[in-house]
């Protein structure tokens, strides 16, 4: 799995917006050009890491997608903006999450 970033996505509650763009793509203040570095463990607005590796339900990434990100101090809408990702689409962002920690 691989990170995309659909047309829906916009700058929102992540994360901080960087600094400066430093010619890389950023997206809701996520460097697309360096995911890992951007997510992991990073800190969202929330408090939660953004992605904590293999913990998919303490990732404010996959609870905003989950639309339950309002349960663990969040704000904002559900992601992505418009129609929801499916659950089975969900369900392999969660698995890919709590692959990361293996």
Not at 79 to 102: H, K
């Amino acid at each position: 799995m691989s990170p995309t970033a659909p047309s829906t996505c916009r700058r929102s509650s992540l994360a901080p917006a960087p600094a400066a763009n430093t010619g890389g793509n950023f997206i809701g203040g996520i460097n697309l050009d360096d995911f890992e570095a951007s997510t992991l463990n990073v800190p969202s607005s929330a408090g939660l890491p953004l992605i904590a590796p293999g913990d998919h339900l303490n990732s404010y990434l996959w609870r905003k997608l989950d639309g339950t990100h309002l349960d663990v101090g969040g704000n904002g809408i559900r992601m992505p903006s418009g129609a929801p990702l499916s659950d089975a689409e969900i369900g392999r962002v969660g698995a890919y999450i709590d692959a990361l920690g293996r």
